[in-house]
């Protein structure tokens, strides 16, 4: 299994000790569950940030229109948010859209 970084300092070393994750580093102790519910992640499951670019895995049809967003459209400067979608952002030629992060990889920088 992969455990997530240490959210403190960022080292990579945390294990499991009972329900709990443990950074031996800086001592840092937080809940595995919790992590894993806050963080939302992407088709391939890399966690997502504002600001963050990513592209369109499948055609998506927008609802109440006869266009789509088709496969590779790449989306800038993403902003996460609460709710059914995960996603606001503005794509160029359609305006500003709700995505959902099931949909989306993200680009390497």
Request: with cysteine; proline share 6%; hydrophobic share 35%.
């Amino acid at each position: 299994m992969d455990l997530p970084p240490c959210p403190e300092c960022a080292s990579g070393y945390t294990y499991e000790m009972d329900a709990l994750l443990v950074c031996p580093e800086c001592g840092h102790e937080w809940s595995a569950s919790a992590d894993a519910q806050d963080v939302i992640r992407d088709s391939v499951g890399n966690p997502l940030a504002d600001g963050d670019t990513v592209t369109v895995i499948k055609d998506l049809k927008l609802g109440g229109t006869s266009s789509s967003v088709k496969v590779g459209t790449k989306v800038k400067n993403i902003r996460l948010v609460d709710g059914d979608h995960d996603i606001d952002c503005k794509i160029p030629g359609v305006g500003q859209i709700g995505l959902k992060s099931q949909f989306v990889k993200k680009v390497a920088k």
